[in-house]
């Protein structure tokens, strides 16, 4: 998994039905001390993220699918948890 | 899944039987302020995009299976919708 | 697979059933001499380690859910061993 | 799906019974421009792909293994398509 | 799948049941030419392979757990062969 900070909403009309009711979020990845690290990602939330949150991603369509309770969900990443706590971090 | 600008068209008429009929397009990948980043690549369109359309892809062989409806596809990128708008790449 | 070190631990209190009850650990992967290399990530710890510890971690999320014993488990990173003795990084 | 120049063939008569039998290419990835870029790779050719050709390749084990319709194939690239021509790449 | 030459042997007396028994190696991955490129990585010897070899890596649970002959086999990268010759690396 990785940690990422949520950046912001993506809006798309235009897709596909396997997307359709997906609520998208720009998620910047972070090392372990908070800093902007290799590439941005959209993600589907499951976790009710809001924009500045630190997040829990997993990259993984079994997964995805298996959070979202979609069988037919085409989608490669996902947001599973707010994170409140991690050492490097610190206190929130 | 990653936010893309499509730069162009594919054509390969010799191809397996996997790949025939497919729309292939090349898709430049974008950060979040919609700056060229990381590699480009080559994704079926299931949105009907267009050159110059800044679309969402998503990279897995289940969802690319499930999104093009075809259980013996081999591909492992779709173009699934067209972004209309993203916080950071603000109003198009 | 990839060899890691231990940074820290993960708390997430929100999170979807599918993380709940899991040791999340931060965990920054190293090259064969020791040295921090590429991305940090976020693993399920199955093997007891604690922090400091040189571990293995798998990527896959079927390995993920086989170690976990968990078929609806949405984990793409699993810590699956402590690694005692690596030529390169000779004795611990 | 990438982008790639065939640069030559792989000979290892030491292998696994899952690989006996199919034709190995080192594959240099390249950009939308035609120039390296990123990893070279390990493909089977699945497209009758000769030294010098640019390719479309797949790099996922389920896409592998139905296009050489092998399920017990231990592959994770193959070759699908013999491209004639990119827009960025111009005419061959 | 990639090229990497085997620099040495892990040991991890702690370790989960799904990887009791394997002879896992580290990988320094190569390019065309046999320099060491992108990152070293920990593999599931299947070939015989010794340290010192320049062997064929592939990178993906499901063709794993197919070489290994192990359904529940929790790797996510297995060494299936051992390379006698590349053109570009010449004669070894």
Redesign the interface.
């Known amino acids: ?3 990422g900070k949520v ?10 039905d ?2 359709r009711g997906l609520k ?1 979020m ?1 998620v ?2 972070l ?2 001390r908070g800093e902007p ?7 589907v939330d ?3 993220a809001g ?1 500045g949150d630190i997040v ?1 991603i ?10 979202m309770q979609r069988p ?7 947001i ?9 971090l610190k206190e929130r």
């Open positions: 998994m990785k940690i950046l912001g909403n993506v809006v798309a009309t235009v897709k596909t396997s997307h998208l720009v910047q990845t090392d372990e690290h290799a590439d941005p990602l959209i993600a499951c976790a009710h924009i829990l997993v990259e993984e369509g079994g997964s995805a699918r298996e959070v037919d969900g085409a989608v490669d990443a996902v599973v948890g707010i994170i409140d706590y991690l050492n490097e």
